[in-house]
């Protein structure tokens, strides 16, 4: 077996749920420190974390990803046990293949091939790895980022091995990834008797209006990398469960996606003036879960750009949708560009998972070419 896939069923056979690391930065680490990293390891309340470099010149050039993985759901419906990490048809099979521990020991196999070719490169390359990036991300990637802020450690790039590809390894480069904002108000009512409305203050048909009213607002008209920010109502609840009364509160909660021309001050400004214009009481809280980051064209996007072309042979797309990710924290705290580039998307967090052998041997060769494009 080659060193990518021999890294990745090691990976993949530790059964790493969320916050759990279980050993798998233990053989990063090792596999590391024969690379002449320093390791610094970073535990923050039950999570693992590690940080490591190599070299103390610019530019800095991080990989960094997470070694926890999501629940497997019911095994009985996988067709092999989810963490045999069993080769079937071409395919690995097993939780965390896609996501993204195939992309770990990309990253690992490439590192070890460049290092060895270019010994005296410039530069400096860097891993920061997490186990909570698939759960409350508390104690992960945010901590690390805010320890090297701290010890002023600078970053220039920095590749997230995220799944972000669609149809074909490489067709797609996550450069960037909206905010995401949360938050829910009460309208408060008066409770009373069906029959008699007027002895009552109806909280449903209050808000009805309001609910219009942001649903209808063009918060924003998105720019060149993202499309306009989207404002969607994911719960309402009111009523006591019987026919003849009318409730005396109701409940909203709503999430904005949004994209850098708008901040979150501005969002929630922009809510609270949209309700106070109806006159009824409220109360809302709110909670923001991810700043929006950026990564336009330039050294890192034409390094990746450059990388899948001489490998795969095809023109990659730039995409800031979907969800989340560690990059979120990244580029704000340590103020650095941020691309995810990673294996096809199309089976994590499924029963099933799995990701293409001959796809994981040419990341691993992609990210050969990002690190010979960047440090030499």
Not at 29 to 39: A, C, K, M, P, Q
Not at 118 to 143: C, F, M, Q, R, W
Not at 252 to 274: D, G, H, K, M, P
């Amino acid at each position: 077996m080659s060193k990518t896939l021999t890294l990745a069923k090691k990976l993949v056979t530790i059964d790493s749920i969320t916050p759990q690391d279980k050993g798998c930065q233990s053989i990063m680490t090792s596999y590391l420190n024969d690379l002449n990293f320093e390791i610094t390891d970073l535990k923050f309340g039950e999570v693992d974390n590690f940080w490591a470099i190599r070299g103390q010149e610019s530019p800095v050039f991080v990989f960094a990803g997470h070694t926890d993985v999501v629940p497997v759901g019911s095994e009985s419906e996988w067709h092999m046990p989810p963490f045999s990490a069993k080769v079937k048809n071409g395919m690995l099979y097993g939780r965390g293949t896609a996501d993204m521990k195939g992309s770990l020991a990309a990253m690992l196999s490439a590192t070890d091939r460049f290092v060895k070719d270019y010994s005296n490169h410039k530069g400096s390359i860097g891993y920061l790895i997490t186990s909570d990036e698939e759960g409350p991300a508390i104690n992960g990637t945010v901590k690390v980022a805010q320890y090297l802020k701290k010890i002023n450690q600078t970053v220039d790039y920095c590749l997230v091995g995220e799944p972000s590809s669609t149809h074909e390894l490489g067709d797609i480069i996550k450069n960037g990834r909206r905010g995401s904002l949360n938050g829910s108000f009460r309208i408060i009512g008066k409770q009373g008797h069906i029959a008699y409305p007027h002895l009552a203050n109806n909280p449903i048909h209050l808000v009805i209006p309001a609910l219009n009213d942001l649903c209808n607002e063009v918060w924003d008209g998105g720019n060149e990398y993202f499309p306009a920010t989207s404002f969607q109502i994911s719960n309402i609840q009111s009523g006591t469960g019987v026919t003849n009364v009318i409730p005396s509160e109701s409940n909203i909660v709503f999430n904005f996606r949004y994209s850098t021309e708008c901040t979150q001050e501005q969002l929630q400004s922009r809510v609270c003036a949209i309700l106070d214009k109806r006159n009824f009481e409220y109360q809302i809280t709110w909670e923001h879960s991810g700043y929006p980051f950026l990564t336009p064209k330039g050294k890192l996007v034409n390094a990746c750009f450059n990388a899948i072309k001489t490998v795969k042979n095809i023109n990659t797309q730039l995409s800031t949708s979907g969800g989340t990710s560690d990059g979120r924290f990244i580029a704000p705290i340590l103020k650095t560009r941020v691309i995810e580039l990673g294996p096809l998307n199309a089976t994590i967090h499924q029963v099933n998972e799995c990701v293409s052998i001959q796809d994981l041997e040419d990341l691993s060769d992609i990210y050969y070419h990002i690190l010979k494009n960047i440090l030499t």
